[in-house]
Nanobody, 124 residues
Framework: QVQLVVSGGGLVQAGGSLRLSCAAS????????MGWFRQAPGQEREFVAA????????GYADSVKGRFTISRDNAMNTVYLQMNSLKPEDTAVYYC?????????????????WGQGTQVTVSS
């Protein structure tokens, strides 16, 4: 099993920045990809960004490309999501997820493990 603990989030004004962290523990050797997803009220969970754990390859949703950056600290088994130039439409609950596949996948159903969500609210 893999445990994911998310921290960060909160309330920020439009144009501001936040950083989310996701610390992995347990059978981390089985993780090949870490991803971030978000879900706004009444909406489906959507892909935000993902990172290949060993080779560092990344993927982003078009809506966040150029504003969000996913990165990792291998020694700490932690992945980060730096969110800059935040917009009100970025408001959602953000989730961290881990995938045992080395392919960056954007479907949340492909991910094996999930952390708890954290609320990100961007005011206009």
């Amino acid at each position: 099993q893999v445990q994911l603990v998310v921290s960060g989030g909160g309330l920020v004004q439009a144009g501001g920045s936040l950083r989310l962290s996701c610390a992995a523990s347990g059978r981390t050797f089985s993780i090949y990809t870490m991803g971030w997803f978000r879900q706004a009220p009444g909406q489906e969970r959507e892909f935000v960004a993902a990172l290949g754990w060993s080779i560092g390859r990344t993927g982003y949703a078009d809506s966040v490309k150029g504003r969000f950056t996913i990165s990792r600290d291998n020694a700490m088994n932690t992945v980060y999501l730096q969110m800059n130039s935040l917009k009100p439409e970025d408001t959602a609950v953000y989730y961290c997820a881990a995938d045992s596949s080395p392919v960056i996948r954007r479907n949340p159903y492909d991910y094996d493990y999930w952390g708890q969500g954290t609320q990100v609210t961007v005011s206009s």
